[in-house]
């Protein structure tokens, strides 16, 4: 049950795109289109942002998407606002008996 | 609206016991699985444990497997974690979250975690 590997930190200045990573095997991200993303901030809840790979819940921006490529997924954030610095974590699913795995999280920095 | 509310964190010296409980409200209890994510001080979210609706299938990270026990009761909507042999790494805010799952020939895919609970604190420590 290894951990994703997603970048400690990203940045980007208000108005631009940042994109962030979650790689894994074939035997969770690679293997089932069942990974989502939440964002947290500070001493919040984490909150679902994408699901299934590139699903948007409702009430969610457009402005957040999601894309995977083999065994990698990214998330990305179009038009960056303040509000968007936040922790963000990928999560897969990881076959009958792992249930899920989770990425280590990655520190979203507005400029 | 569907509610969450975990209680039970506490103090608890090294290989000592906790219980912790998730009260549910706003959705059918029992037609959905239940799991257990923790997030240790300034650490990222960690899996932990999950049960199906029923309750007859449950799900253990390595790190807690033989130690901690998931439960519910559906007759009062209720998701339960048994802690045993409590170490200083389980330190962490444990987070009760409902899970949405494909379930289709027999398999069911865990998709996402749609609501998460506000989290109770377990400090482990002498």
């Known amino acids: 049950q290894s951990a994703l590997t997603q970048p400690l930190s990203a940045s980007g200045s208000p108005g631009q795109s940042v994109t962030i990573s979650c790689t894994g095997t074939s035997s969770d991200v690679g293997g089932y289109n069942y990974v989502s993303w939440y964002q947290q901030h500070p001493g919040k809840v984490p909150k679902l942002m994408i699901y299934?790979?590139?699903k948007r819940p409702s009430g969610v921006p457009d402005r957040f998407s999601g894309s995977k490529s083999g065994n990698t997924a990214s998330l990305t954030v179009s038009g960056l606002q303040a509000e968007d610095e936040a922790d963000y974590y990928c999560s897969s699913y990881a076959g009958s008996n792992n249930f899920v795995v989770f990425g280590g999280g990655t520190k979203l920095t507005v400029l | 609206e569907v509610q969450l509310l975990e209680s039970g964190g506490d103090f608890v010296q090294p290989g000592g016991s906790l219980r912790l409980s998730c009260a549910a409200s706003g959705f059918t209890f029992s037609s959905y699985a239940m799991s257990w994510v923790r997030q240790a001080p300034g650490k990222g979210l960690e899996w932990v444990s999950a049960i199906s609706g029923s309750g007859g299938s449950t799900y253990y990270a390595d790190s807690v497997k033989g130690r901690f026990t998931i439960s519910r009761d559906n007759s009062k909507n209720t998701l339960n974690l048994q802690m045993s042999s409590l170490r200083a790494e389980d330190t962490a805010v444990y987070y009760c979250a409902k899970v949405v799952r494909y379930c289709i020939g027999g398999t069911c895919y865990v998709e996402y975690f749609d609501y998460w609970g506000q989290g109770t604190l377990v400090t482990v420590s002498s």
């Open positions: 299934e790979v590139s």
